[in-house]
């Protein structure tokens, strides 16, 4: 896949802080790139909105992926309001005053139990193709918070469980199997989850309609094997040519399509030069506390901790923080070329997936806009945020 070029600096005089700013062209570039596999696979590939689901952005994303896959109610909903394609909703325990309208929206139903399917039978068949969660009990993740198939996890139905519930009914009710046990992982370790995902359930093959394979896969990004993984797809379709194959990329969809801006507005000092923004790590990029890792900053360098002793002061570093009352609302510190100023608006990459949909209000922090550059170079703000995000959630 091509390198993505950014064009924010174009529009950034118009931006408003804190703000997201999705790149329409980039956005596209990873659509049709996702297209080509789907296309070439013969597989249906649907975005995961559990790691983006900015409403401004759905209409492109539907006219190239097929649908989404949704992680409950809220989401199925929002899937068959923006996007009106296909909706699977997995959910590890869905509740009774949720599940109708949870069919209503869905179209398929992936089951974590065999309680839950006992439970649910009758009122999911009228309207929906069932589904059961596999717990392939092999997985990739560079974190175990991110490890759907870790130690104990409670996502899906190991090889044992799966053998002491199921029944001939059940075969018969069944339409699919849906695994997810990657995190940002290349062909490899998705063709060994495979073949042991086939190897211990492939016997069951001939009474589905479909599988589901998640997501977890770096397609987008320019290292990934693209050729190899359609080969590898092919080949499953030609060994079970009456299965449908589901991808459900999330963050594949929106990497390094678009960035968080925000403005420098003290620079204070404790030993180090400080610069706190209005924004925040806690409340607008959780994932930079939870996975954890360090978000680039445009025309900036991370600076490691131990490093920052030999620097001097042309290597203008500063620890860039939060303006919350966390004491770790810390982004870290980096070496600018020059000086930062009081005003100067900072460029954090890659901030279009897992920020969005886990944004808080914590400490009443304003919600960053939504915005988008277009295509033709017109930046628009779709969505704006103020004190009643804040007063009307709590």
């Known amino acids: 896949m091509k390198d993505k070029i950014s064009k924010i600096e174009n529009i950034l005089n118009q931006v408003q802080t804190p703000c ?62 923006f996007l009106n394609k296909e909706v699977h909703t997995y959910n590890p325990a869905f509740k009774d005053d949720e599940i109708d309208e949870v069919c209503e929206v869905s179209d398929h ?34 974190v175990d918070i991110y490890n759907p198939c870790a130690m104990y996890s409670r996502f899906g139905l190991t090889k044992k469980e799966f053998n002491l519930g199921i029944t001939d009914e059940y075969l018969e009710l069944i339409d699919g199997f849906h695994f997810h046990a990657l995190c940002e992982q290349n062909v490899e370790a998705f063709e060994d989850v495979l073949d042991h995902f086939e190897s211990t359930f492939g016997h069951h093959f001939k009474y589905l309609k479909w599988v589901n394979f998640g997501g977890g896969l770096n397609l987008t990004q320019g290292n990934f094997e693209v050729e190899s993984f359609i080969k590898t797809l092919k080949k499953f379709k030609i060994k079970y040519p009456h299965l449908e194959v589901y991808l459900e990329p999330g ?10 801006v925000a403005t420098v507005i003290d620079i204070i000092h404790n030993n180090i030069d400080i610069a706190i923004l209005d924004t925040s790590t806690e409340c607008h990029m959780p994932d930079t506390l939870a996975m954890p890792y360090t978000a680039y900053i445009r ?45 100067k608006k ?46 009307d959630r709590n």
């Open 20 to 81: 997201y700013i999705c790149e329409e062209e980039l956005l596209e570039q990873n659509l049709k790139h996702l297209d080509y596999i789907q296309k070439e696979a013969d597989v249906k590939i649907l975005l995961a909105i559990k790691a983006f689901a900015t409403s401004g952005m759905m209409p492109l994303v539907s006219k190239y992926l097929q649908g989404c896959c949704a992680s409950g109610l809220h989401e199925a909903k929002y899937g068959r309001e």
């Open 109 to 142: 139903i992936v089951f974590n139990s065999f309680n839950q399917l006992e439970r649910f039978k009758n009122t999911v068949l009228e309207k929906n193709s069932i589904g059961l969660r596999i717990n392939p009990e092999i997985s990739f993740s560079p």
């Open 251 to 260: 963050e594949a969809v929106a990497y390094q399509t678009g960035v968080l």
């Open 299 to 343: 025309d900036a360098r991370i600076v490691q901790l131990q490093d920052l002793q030999t620097l001097g002061s042309d290597d203008n570093v500063y620890r860039i923080g939060g303006n919350t009352c966390l004491s770790g609302d810390i982004m870290g510190d980096y070496s600018f070329a020059k000086p930062l100023e009081i005003g």
């Open 346 to 391: 900072i460029i954090f990459e890659d901030q279009m997936h897992y920020t969005v949909v886990k944004n808080t209000t914590f400490n009443g922090m304003k919600l960053p806009d939504l915005s988008v550059l277009k295509k033709d170079g017109s930046y628009e703000v779709f969505k704006k945020f103020g004190y009643e995000a804040y007063r």
